[in-house]
């Protein structure tokens, strides 16, 4: 376990380091102008980022070890679908969480 | 001016919502930290700098794994990569405000703040810089303060709260549901299911390496398939 100083070392460079990595592209680029194909291809960051992100705590959740566990996933699915259908975010959580949680009843 | 305001408090009711999905994360986070032998001081000093949960997180069980600092350190911000992929999304919407505006909304890039903004800004394109701002100012305005207060009262109450099961799933149903809705255009469906099938191909590469080859791949995909869509009408 790191404490005292060293801690607080780690604590402040972790901090800084995240602030710089959010301030990249947004301090850097500023408002220069940029080709249509970079423009392009930064709105589809998002759709190309979150799935990664998200795929893997779907697929092998921490909280079963890593265990593939049909729970998360039917509640996965749930939560694209609702989203998908109703164009709601906040509905699209709602029922993942019930399909979770009910499936954690099942399962 | 009455735009402008009105921007922020759009912005501001839009963000309210995620306090549900904020609170449990910083409570979690601050009891964590307690049980894993912070101080007080040491758990809000990492949530006020940091504001990254997950990054925080992988930080705690690494230190309690006895990892070495720089070991901590690099894994932790390698979480924390996806930022700079916000960060260049909102360089169209955000670039043209002044560069102290800018470094200010960068300390309040997190997950929540930029997913709400984005749709937002890409469903109406005619919203001026200002009003943007004004927006994603208002959408994370809720949230950080929960986010502030909540590790304190984690951190204060320590082990009084039971561990839940299945709060870990916050995170990826959240996720799932910001992007759900744009998937009904197909270059983003095919964007989507390129980057959630390479981020489980590489999954056995170093901590965030995987992430970007996978975002970096399916931004290639869905930026093609618009192309192609484009040309054949």
Not at chain 2, 18 to 33: D, E, H, K, T
Not at chain 2, 119 to 124: G, K, S
Not at chain 2, 154 to 163: E, H, K, S, T
Not at chain 2, 171 to 194: C, D, N, Q, S
Request: charged share 10%; with cysteine.
């Amino acid at each position: 376990m790191i404490t005292g100083p060293a801690l607080w070392t780690l604590i402040v460079l972790l901090g800084i380091g995240t602030y710089l990595i959010r301030l990249s592209f947004l301090g850097l680029i500023g408002d220069r102008p940029m080709p249509p194909w970079v423009l392009r291809c930064l709105r589809f960051v998002p759709v190309a980022g979150i799935p990664a992100i998200a795929a893997p705590l779907v697929v092998w959740p921490d909280a079963t070890g890593g265990a593939v566990d049909p729970a998360r996933l039917i509640a996965a699915g749930v939560v694209v679908w609702i989203g998908l259908r109703t164009q709601s975010t906040l509905g699209a959580i709602a029922g993942g969480a019930v399909a979770l949680y009910l499936g954690l009843a099942i399962f | 001016m009455q735009a402008l305001r009105s921007a922020y408090g759009q912005g501001f009711v839009t963000g309210v919502p995620f306090v549900i999905v904020v609170a449990p994360f910083a409570l979690l986070f601050g009891v964590a930290a307690t049980e894993a032998g912070l101080a007080v001081s040491e758990t809000m000093a990492m949530s006020v700098l940091v504001i990254a949960g997950a990054s925080q997180f992988t930080a705690l069980q690494l230190m309690q794994d006895g990892a070495p600092v720089l070991v901590v350190l690099g894994a932790s911000l390698a979480v924390n990569l996806r930022m700079a992929m916000y960060s260049a999304a909102l360089v169209p919407h955000l670039g043209a405000v002044p560069f102290w505006q800018r470094a200010f909304a960068a300390y309040l890039l997190v997950d929540q703040s930029y997913l709400v903004s984005i749709r937002r800004f890409e469903a109406e394109p005619e919203m001026t810089t200002a009003a943007k701002l004004r927006y994603f100012l208002g959408a994370v305005s809720p949230l950080i303060p929960v986010w502030y207060a909540c590790t304190w009262a984690g951190a204060v109450a320590g082990a009084a709260i039971p561990p839940g099961t299945a709060r870990d799933f916050a995170v990826p149903i959240t996720f799932l549901a910001l992007i759900a809705p744009a998937l009904r255009a197909l270059p983003h469906l095919g964007a989507a299911a390129v980057s959630a099938l390479l981020a489980l191909v590489f999954a056995g590469l170093p901590a965030g390496l995987g992430l970007m080859l996978a975002a970096l791949a399916a931004i290639a995909t869905g930026a093609l398939l618009e192309t192609w869509l484009e040309r054949r009408t």
